[in-house]
């Protein structure tokens, strides 16, 4: 057990107790050297038969949240194994649990229940968009945490896992009774998205009511049973098909929930009730041409037309919203009614390319709006896997502009477009100078990748290694460089090449300066890259705020770039020595203690210069 006061790993000093739980405590540390606080959990190696199941849990959890970024969850920073013990730090989200909350002051109001449901299906549709899908499996007002500034965060991954398509049904049984649902207890097929929508109901029922399910004998009554007042309300039917047994007859995906959420006045029965009066006018109407056209024919008609031109007002509506995230609701709306119709695509990537950079909270949204699943097909397949099966063209089109704008305008977007770009290409719905530059831009987004993983290695070993694919990121940016005015004339933007000038400063700037010249690039080559850069830079013609405030500030890095290859190259001339040898030497001082912290520096460039 750690003592309070104690130094982990010789950077955590352990402050206090925050938590526990059977197997494992929560401490509060602080990380003195970066003055900044995590949380500590340790979980015990006991020796007792459940050792074995809790590791295996941990290192999922671990290695799960790793891969993970969205607002609404922790990051894990440093796992230790210890003889005794599992040590995690991560995040320490302050604040407490909605547990806690309904402890201390009973039921929660039904706007403020609405609001964090908002936020849990985002986050849950975020997850349920990985590739494979992640199953979250264990939502309950225990594993949410309030921070102050009202948004919520979902801890405890202990039981999520990833979904199979060869797998039938789980092989273990995890979940907490009541917010459970029915095929969490095996011999009812595999858990999926499906599963995560009936715990968060269950969740919403609880902060509601203020009961548990355990509490109404497992059964999750209507909320106006409790709250008068609520009956018939549009959250009442929300929870209800949340919680239905068959998974069939809940919302098939997050997007859809979330679509219900922020419509969840219209389905109060008063609303209802208005709309209905109108529906039966329009019955009305249609009921003439079905009669006149014949009843089978007129029937599948009038239907085919009323979605139809249910579509269209979605994709009308788009077009007057001004915020992003009201744009992707309609969005959303859209492709749940006709998931491969190219139209909300196209309208999509357009709004995508008009923004002025692209938020980790926009990207999370954009991908669990394209990862959606269809609840009508047998295979549940993603909406934009039902986009290619209608309209290849629009599928390549789609994925290669969205992988042009995440590239370098989204933090961590370097490596996210690597699997848009590779759609792109390999859809087969790319042709001419479009196919070869995507081809270009993938290359270069798998050698970024390359180099950043050598860095990587290099800081975990605490030795330098020989980054050949640095050189061949620096060759492959070269190129880019090369093609800034078609990769305007072919991305439609000049967002993609301004970044492309960015990327190039960003490495000239940092110490990849060094690693490069070591590498064989000569200095008439850096000043070769360079100018095209600041040639381009000078002549890009905006038109609008931000992208006026980006030139003035690149323009400015570039000229530090080229003030850092005046101050290396004279460095190394004064110094009397080979190129290769002053090369050489500044790699051997950045060893001493330099190199972690210019390595780590150069591998956050890609999030702090967005």
């Not at 009066?277 to 007129?298: K, N, Q």
């Not at 381009?536 to 690149?554: H, K, P, T």
């Amino acid at each position: 057990m750690l003592e309070v006061g104690s130094l982990l790993d010789g950077k955590y000093k352990i402050l206090n107790e925050i938590g526990h739980g059977g197997m494992s405590v929560v401490y509060l540390a602080l990380n003195e050297r970066a003055n900044k606080t995590w949380a500590v959990k340790e979980v015990r190696k006991d020796g007792g038969n459940d050792t074995t199941v809790v590791s295996q849990g941990l290192v999922a959890e671990t290695e799960m949240l790793k891969k993970l970024n969205h607002p609404n969850l922790p990051s894990i920073i440093d796992v230790i194994d210890k003889d005794d013990s599992f040590i995690i730090v991560m995040d320490y989200i302050e604040g407490n649990s909605l547990q806690h909350l309904l402890e201390v002051e009973g039921p929660q109001h039904p706007e403020k229940v609405i609001e964090w449901a908002k936020q849990l299906c985002d986050v849950l549709g975020y997850l349920h968009s990985r590739r494979p899908p992640i199953i979250y499996r264990d939502m309950k007002p225990a594993n949410v945490m309030l921070r102050p500034n009202g948004e919520v965060t979902l801890i405890d991954f202990g039981t999520a896992r990833e979904y199979k398509d060869t797998r039938n049904e789980d092989t273990t049984w995890l979940g907490t009774r009541g917010y459970a649902a029915p095929e969490q207890f095996g011999g009812r097929g595999q858990t999926d998205g499906r599963t995560d929508i009936y715990n968060l109901g269950a969740t919403m029922y609880h902060l509601v009511t203020g009961y548990s399910p355990a509490d109404t004998n497992f059964e999750i009554l209507p909320i106006g049973d409790f709250l008068p007042h609520m009956k018939g309300s549009g959250l009442e039917k929300i929870i209800n098909k949340c919680c239905r047994p068959n998974p069939a007859e809940r919302y098939q995906n997050c997007a859809e929930l979330m679509f219900a959420l922020e419509n969840v006045h219209k389905e109060d029965d008063a609303e209802k009730a208005r709309r209905k009066r109108r529906l039966f006018s329009f019955l009305a109407c249609v009921g003439v041409s079905v009669i006149a056209a014949g009843a089978g024919i007129g029937f599948r008609a009038a239907y085919a037309s009323t979605k139809g031109q249910q579509y269209e007002r979605y994709i009308s509506e788009s077009a007057s919203e001004t915020d992003f995230s009201d744009k992707l609701t309609v969005y959303r709306a859209a492709m749940a009614l006709d998931p491969g119709n190219p139209e909300a695509y196209q309208k999509l990537i357009e709004d995508i390319e008009n923004l002025p950079e692209i938020s980790s909270e926009d990207y999370s949204n954009i991908i669990s709006c394209l990862h959606s699943t269809d609840g009508d097909s047998g295979h549940r397949k993603f909406n934009i896997d039902l986009l290619k099966e209608r309209d290849i063209v629009t599928y390549a089109d789609f994925n290669f502009r969205l992988g042009s704008m995440v590239y370098l305008n989204c933090p961590g977007g370097k490596s996210n477009a690597r699997e848009y770009l590779g759609y792109a290409v390999d859809s087969g719905g790319l042709e001419g100078q479009t196919l070869g530059e995507a081809r270009l831009m993938l290359e270069v987004a798998e050698a970024y990748q390359k180099k950043q993983n050598n860095n990587r290695e290099s800081r975990k070993s605490k030795q330098i290694k020989d980054n050949q694919d640095a050189r061949v990121y620096w060759d492959k940016l070269d190129e880019l460089t090369q093609e800034l005015d078609t990769l305007t004339e072919v991305t439609g933007s000049i967002g993609y090449p301004i970044r492309v000038c960015d990327e190039v400063q960003s490495e000239l700037n940092g110490p990849y300066l060094v690693t490069y010249h070591e590498q064989g690039v000569t200095e008439s080559d850096m000043r070769t890259t360079l100018s095209r850069a600041k040639l381009f830079i000078e002549n890009a013609q905006v038109d609008s705020d931000f992208y006026r405030e980006q030139i003035v500030r690149i323009n400015g890095k570039l000229e530090e770039a080229e003030a850092a290859i005046n101050d290396y190259f004279r460095s190394t001339v004064h110094a009397g020595t080979t190129s290769s040898g002053s090369a050489g030497n500044s790699s051997q001082t950045s060893g001493t203690g330099d190199t972690s912290s210019g390595a780590e520096q150069s591998s956050n460039s890609e999030s702090t210069q967005q």
